[in-house]
Nanobody, 124 residues
Framework: QVQLVESGGGLVQAGGSLRLSCAAS????????MGWFRQAPGKEREFVAA????????YYADSVKGRFTVSRGDSRNTIYLQMNSLKPEDTAVYHC?????????????????WGQGTQVTVSS
């Protein structure tokens, strides 16, 4: 069993920054890629960013390019999401997810494991 735990969410003013962390645990944890998705009230879950473990490739939604940075820790079981220049429309619950096999990292269907999420609220 794999567990993903997010942390780092909170309330911030527009233009501010937050750094989210996601720690994975589990004896048989193997991952091709880990990603960040978000879901705002009344909206569908949407892709934010992802990173692959093998070569560190990064992927971003157009809405966050240039503002958010996804990175991985040295331990190979932690990823981060640095969020700068936050906007009120970034308000959502942010989930990290892990997928074992290669494929389109922007699609949530390929991810087997999900964290419970952390709330990010950006005030105007």
């Amino acid at each position: 069993q794999v567990q993903l735990v997010e942390s780092g969410g909170g309330l911030v003013q527009a233009g501010g920054s937050l750094r989210l962390s996601c720690a994975a645990s589990g004896r048989t944890f193997r991952s091709y890629a880990m990603g960040w998705f978000r879901q705002a009230p009344g909206k569908e879950r949407e892709f934010v960013a992802a990173i692959t473990w093998s070569y560190g490739g990064t992927y971003y939604a157009d809405s966050v390019k240039g503002r958010f940075t996804v990175s991985r820790g040295d331990s190979r079981n932690t990823i981060y999401l640095q969020m700068n220049s936050l906007k009120p429309e970034d308000t959502a619950v942010y989930h990290c997810a892990s997928r074992t096999y290669s494929g389109s990292v922007e699609l949530p269907e390929g991810y087997e494991y999900w964290g419970q999420g952390t709330q990010v609220t950006v005030s105007s």
